[in-house]
């Protein structure tokens, strides 16, 4: 089994930073290409970023590019979201995913395992 847990959300300030961790409680966590999704009030859960098993290539939406950085640490099963010059449009419930494939990396499609979700609430 894959078990996600995400932590690091909260409340911030526009333009601020926080970071999102994601742990998965399984060594075979190196197989998974990552991506993280958010769903704001009101909307569907979008794409933010993905990463490949290696690390090797990262995806991410036009929203949050070069604001936005995921990473992962094969070592310690953990992939990261660096979140800088954070925006309240940025307010979602925040989750972390995982993909067998690389079909579908940029949308729900295909990702097989989900964690719970952390909230990021992000104040003007």
């Known amino acids: 089994q894959v078990q996600l847990v995400e932590s690091g959300g909260g409340l911030g300030q526009a333009g601020g930073s926080l970071r999102l961790s994601c742990a998965a409680s399984v060594r075979t966590f190196i197989i998974y290409n990552m991506g993280w999704f958010r769903q704001a009030p009101g909307k569907e859960r979008e794409f933010v970023a993905a990463?490949?098993?290696?690390?090797?290539?990262?995806y991410y939406a036009d929203s949050v590019k070069g604001r936005f950085t995921i990473s992962r640490d094969n070592a310690k099963n953990t992939v990261y979201l660096q979140m800088n010059s954070l925006r309240p449009e940025d307010t979602a419930i925040y989750y972390c995913?995982?993909?067998?494939?690389?079909?579908?990396?940029?949308?729900?499609?295909?990702?097989?395992?989900w964690g719970q979700g952390t909230q990021v609430t992000i104040s003007s």
């Open positions: 990463i490949s098993w290696r690390g090797s290539s990262t």
């Open positions: 995913a995982a993909n067998p494939s690389m079909v579908d990396i940029t949308t729900t499609r295909g990702y097989r395992h």
